[in-house]
Nanobody, 124 residues
Framework: QVQLVESGGGLVQPGGSLRLSCAASGSIFRINAMGWSRQVPGKQRELVANIFSGGITNYDASVEGRFTISRDNTKNTVFLQMNSLKAEDTAVYYC??????????????????WGMGTQVTVSS
């Protein structure tokens, strides 16, 4: 069983910074990619950033240059450093992971996983 546990959300003023963390645990054989998506009530969930096993990253255009995604492979943890936050960044942020898990010694399963979400509110 896989768990993604997020932390670091909260209330911040426009122009401020927050750092989100997400730790993956369970019978993980390989992390293919981890990332963050966000959702505002009434709107579709949107990709914010991804980081792949080789270290390649990609960002939504709305956050490029302000957000930085990184990973600690030793702790199966992904981070999202959010700077110069704007009111429109307000959303629930979800950790995502593309993982290969060990069903048995010889059986592996690749699937996508989601965290429970953490609220980020940017307001004065």
């Amino acid at each position: 069983q896989v768990q993604l546990v997020e932390s670091g959300g909260g209330l911040v003023q426009p122009g401020g910074s927050l750092r989100l963390s997400c730790a993956a645990s369970g019978s993980i054989f390989r992390i293919n990619a981890m990332g963050w998506s966000r959702q505002v009530p009434g709107k579709q969930r949107e990709l914010v950033a991804n980081i792949f096993s080789g270290g390649i990253t990609n960002y939504d255009a709305s956050v490029e240059g302000r957000f930085t995604i990184s990973r600690d492979n030793t702790k199966n943890t992904v981070f999202l450093q959010m700077n110069s936050l704007k009111a429109e960044d307000t959303a629930v942020y979800y950790c995502t992971a593309d993982l290969t898990t060990m069903v048995s010694d010889t059986v592996h399963l690749r699937a996508d996983y989601w965290g429970m979400g953490t609220q980020v509110t940017v307001s004065s």
